[in-house]
């Protein structure tokens, strides 16, 4: 249980100033598991109380965790004056101060990015000690032979000296220009070069997994969803 004062909860979440929900609260326009507050000093558990603000839901949990479907086009940053970023694409009632991407891709990959306000969490998921797979499907230019699959299974070294370690490999199709991969580390660029380390170029890449959990298949691009909690536990399993 974490019990804070609703002003307070309220605040923090929604950006609105104390001042402002006393107002609302005046009004009739804020409830507490369906009851009308009046005294916003009132405590409230944020992990399992239900409040509304002119009849919508606020998230009023400590954290939230946000599945992204990213499109094309869309960059993966908190704020940018000409592109539009990941977290222009979260609406209204999921936004709040401080989210941001756990981890990157790239303007032109496409799925699952994780958007969140828990800085713990997002380093657990991205450091390579943890062991957090993050897997991709990748179109290529051309095939890769089975000499180059076995480089990228057991790890490689670039010429500038960046180490990529083991990664899963697993071919789709039958000409070797379609695969899934799994990597447990998220340098710059990662997968587009990887696939250049062994003469080949991706030409798509989206991201479809991270950890134990998969991008919603009903979760078309450029929408997002809140991640339940059950969903979270298989991030790390
Ligand atoms: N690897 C890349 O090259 N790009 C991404 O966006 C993600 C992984």
Same mark, same amino acid.
């Given at each position: 249980?974490?019990?804070?004062?609703?002003?307070?909860?309220?605040?923090?979440?929604?950006?609105?100033?104390?001042?402002?929900?006393?107002?609302?609260?005046?009004?009739?326009?804020?409830?507490?598991? #369906?009851?009308?507050?009046?005294?916003?000093?009132? @405590?409230?558990? &944020?992990?399992?109380?239900?409040? !509304?603000? +002119? $009849? %919508?839901?606020?998230?009023?949990?400590?954290?939230?965790?946000?599945?992204?479907?990213?499109?094309?086009?869309?960059?993966?940053?908190?704020?940018?004056?000409?592109?539009?970023?990941?977290?222009?694409?979260?609406?209204?009632?999921?936004?709040?101060? #401080?989210?941001?991407?756990?981890?990157?891709?790239? @303007?032109?990959? &496409?799925?699952?990015?994780?958007? !969140?306000? +828990? $800085? %713990?969490?997002?380093?657990?998921?991205?450091?390579?000690?943890?062991?957090?797979?993050?897997?991709?499907?990748?179109?290529?230019?051309?095939?890769?032979?089975?000499?180059?699959?076995?480089?990228?299974?057991?790890?490689?070294?670039?010429?500038?000296?960046?180490?990529?370690?083991?990664?899963?490999?697993?071919?789709?199709?039958?000409?070797?220009?379609?695969?899934?991969?799994?990597?447990?580390?998220?340098?710059?660029?990662?997968?587009?070069?990887?696939?250049?380390?062994?003469?080949?170029?991706?030409?798509?890449?989206?991201?479809?997994?991270?950890?134990?959990?998969?991008?919603?298949?009903?979760?078309?691009?450029?929408?997002?969803?809140?991640?339940?909690?059950?969903?979270?536990?298989?991030?790390?399993?």
């Amino acid at each position: 249980m974490e019990n804070e004062r609703l002003d307070k909860i309220i605040s923090n979440v929604t950006g609105i100033s104390r001042n402002e929900l006393k107002k609302a609260a005046k009004q009739g326009r804020i409830t507490l598991n #369906g009851n009308t507050v009046n005294d916003l000093s009132q @405590k409230a558990d &944020t992990e399992n109380d239900t409040v !509304t603000l +002119d $009849g %919508e839901v606020i998230n009023i949990k400590k954290h939230i965790y946000i599945m992204l479907n990213k499109p094309e086009g869309v960059i993966s940053s908190t704020d940018d004056k000409t592109c539009r970023t990941v977290i222009d694409l979260i609406p209204d009632g999921l936004y709040r101060k #401080g989210l941001f991407p756990a981890g990157r891709l790239d @303007k032109d990959t &496409t799925g699952f990015v994780l958007i !969140t306000d +828990d $800085g %713990e969490f997002a380093h657990n998921i991205l450091s390579p000690k943890k062991h957090v797979g993050k897997t991709y499907i990748v179109g290529l230019s051309v095939p890769v032979n089975k000499n180059g699959i076995a480089l990228l299974e057991n790890g490689l070294t670039l010429d500038d000296g960046t180490v990529f370690k083991p990664a899963e490999i697993t071919a789709l199709d039958g000409d070797n220009r379609m695969f899934r991969v799994v990597i447990f580390e998220g340098k710059y660029h990662q997968i587009k070069r990887m696939f250049d380390a062994v003469g080949s170029e991706v030409i798509s890449l989206k991201r479809i997994k991270i950890g134990g959990l998969s991008l919603d298949k009903t979760l078309e691009e450029g929408c997002c969803r809140v991640i339940t909690n059950e969903e979270l536990k298989l991030i790390n399993s």
